[in-house]
């Protein structure tokens, strides 16, 4: 067993070279969610490279790879999103971006990376696999609806009885990973609210049905939603983070338009926010003779970690790495669309420390020098390969009664 377990470390050391060249070629050609036409054949040619896959383009820019194993048994399917960010990188990395105002800034090519370099270890030790193994290279994630919704609608998850993801973070650690059952990535909708008043000259606002003076109005109400209408003990938050008025100091406009994001973890709280808006909208609204129309766009739902893939996963990650290095993933109110997969099978989603160890360089997610430390790479390969193996040869799920 130890023999082994020495001999699976092995081979993720020697595949480590090979994924800090591919998330360095993904870093210097990152591309926007749905246009990951170069990425995604980037990654195809790789994994065909690999022999023994059976490849397939679920989407226009997604690859699936399906490894078969030698023997019956479970399917495990393996997540990575590849799409980048509309950022100009600041980061002088001698691989920085060279598609000008577009930047891997949240760390999706180390994802990529990670499952390219599990595929390679898994693909060479496909006579022990049972089951199959599904890696799962989803485009699109930064954007609402997102990707994995079009992927499961693709039919990707035929089959799969579990589903594994990762996200680096700049803001922990490397070394660190981070694990939890129950709530961990918030759900996440957006709203725009256009008020439609009277416009005129504005030193004669008594003249005019003032739309900005009904935004501000409107945006003291919607605050008040989370504190006086949601039970304190859930989690909720709604940001106004748009108001638009008129292009000039002196003109009271016809219209004004606010908009904002909702997150929360509670389904039912989560249908009810729209309707407590538009309350507002209307309420304020009409005492002020003016109108409204609200757009509601449905976004990503939140990640709920199944209680029994996860307590697996976590027992491989002490096992592999050592309980040091396993930290309680506390629910983050941000959003991930890893949920279209979790929501139909049973899912677990961890964070993966990047973070350097001299804290001023570490730029959180989504900014122009956001980095990550490539020494994270092997420990997300060793995560995946560990896990994969575990779970093909786990006999029982109901136990966990690893083979091993
Ligand atoms: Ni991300």
């Known amino acids: 067993m130890i023999e082994e377990e ?22 210097e050609n990152p591309e926007l ?31 699936m790879a399906r490894l078969i194993g030698a023997k019956p048994g479970r399917v495990l399917a393996l ?14 990395l001698p691989f920085a971006s060279k598609n000008f105002g577009v930047m891997h800034a949240c760390g999706h090519d180390a994802h990529t990376a990670i499952l390219l370099g599990a595929a390679k270890v898994l693909t060479n030790l496909k006579k022990q696999i049972h089951g199959e193994i599904r890696f799962l290279f989803q485009h699109a ?43 961990i990535l918030a759900s996440m909708d957006a709203f725009k609210i256009v008020i439609q008043g009277q416009g005129g000259h504005a030193s004669t606002p008594h003249q005019c049905k003032d739309p900005v003076a009904v935004a501000a109005q409107l945006i003291t109400g919607i605050n008040h939603i989370v504190s006086r209408k949601i039970d304190s003990a ?50 304020l609204t009409e005492a002020n003779e003016c109108s409204y129309e609200m757009d509601y766009l449905r976004g990503h739902s939140a990640v709920i970690n199944d209680h029994q893939f996860t307590s697996f996963v976590k027992k491989n990650i002490n096992r592999t790495f050592g309980d040091e290095r396993r930290y309680l993933l506390k629910p983050i109110m941000g959003s991930e669309d890893f949920s279209a997969f979790s929501n139909v099978v049973p899912g ?13 360089e570490n730029y959180p997610h989504h900014h122009p020098k956001f980095m990550i ?6 420990s997300g390969v060793e995560l995946f390969v560990t896990t994969a193996l575990d779970f093909s040869r786990a006999k029982d799920p109901e136990t966990n009664n690893s083979a091993r």
């Open 373 to 378: 430390n490539e020494q994270a790479l092997e």
């Open 234 to 283: 859930a989690r909720a938050v709604i940001s106004v983070t748009q108001m638009q008025g008129s292009d000039a100091p002196n003109i009271i406009p016809d219209k004004a338009s606010i908009g904002g994001t909702v997150r929360t973890f509670d389904p039912d709280i989560r249908e009810q926010i729209p309707q407590w808006i538009e309350q507002y909208a209307k309420g």
């Open 79 to 92: 997540r990575a999103d590849m799409d980048a960010l509309p950022i100009l990188e600041e980061t002088n």
């Open 33 to 63: 969610s749905f246009q990951e036409t170069k990425t995604s054949q980037y990654v195809y040619d790789i994994l065909q490279s690999f022999g023994n896959l059976e490849l397939s383009r679920p989407t226009q820019t997604s690859v």
């Open 348 to 360: 677990c989603f961890v964070f993966l420390g990047a973070g350097s160890i001299n804290n001023e």
């Open 141 to 183: 994630e930064e954007l609402i609806p997102g990707g994995a919704q079009e992927m499961v609608s693709a039919g990707v998850l035929g089959g799969v009885d579990a589903v594994l993801g990762l996200h680096v973070s700049s803001q922990v650690p490397t070394g660190l990973i981070g694990i939890n059952d129950g709530p």
């Open 6 to 27: 020495t001999g699976i470390r092995e081979s993720v050391k020697g595949v480590n070279m090979d994924v800090i060249t591919w998330r360095r070629h993904l870093h």
